[in-house]
């Protein structure tokens, strides 16, 4: 599967809680005018992808956003948390959140 990464600092480091976009266009949002948009490769195969719940617009909070929350559903089996975020030009898409090391050794930067 073909991902987005916008980073600030032009760097990519594949992490827990990393965010990743379907649509380039919304990594080049999250990058900004001095970042970099980085296409990444996950081998979704025999993941956990578990669907949570999104952004909420009026608290702008979103609960994969949050260490604690990731690191439960880790706990419970989930790999990557799939959920519907808004950027800050509220447009909506689905973000992917790795969670677990399964996924991140499933990700890596497209050559």
Do not use: W
Not at 58 to 83: F, I, Q, S
């Amino acid at each position: 599967m073909k991902l987005y990464h916008g980073s600030h600092d032009g760097q990519l480091t594949i992490h827990e809680g990393i965010c990743l976009a379907e649509q380039e266009s919304f990594a080049e949002q999250y990058a900004g005018m001095n970042g970099e948009v980085f296409e990444v490769e996950l081998d979704d195969e025999g993941l956990n992808v578990v669907d949570v719940p999104g952004y909420d617009h009026d608290t702008n909070d979103c609960p994969a956003d949050d260490a604690e929350y990731r690191a439960a559903r880790a706990a419970e089996g989930a790999d990557v948390l799939r959920y519907e975020d808004e950027d800050e030009m509220g447009r909506e898409h689905t973000c992917y959140r790795l969670v677990s090391d399964r996924a991140l050794a499933a990700a890596a930067e497209a050559e």
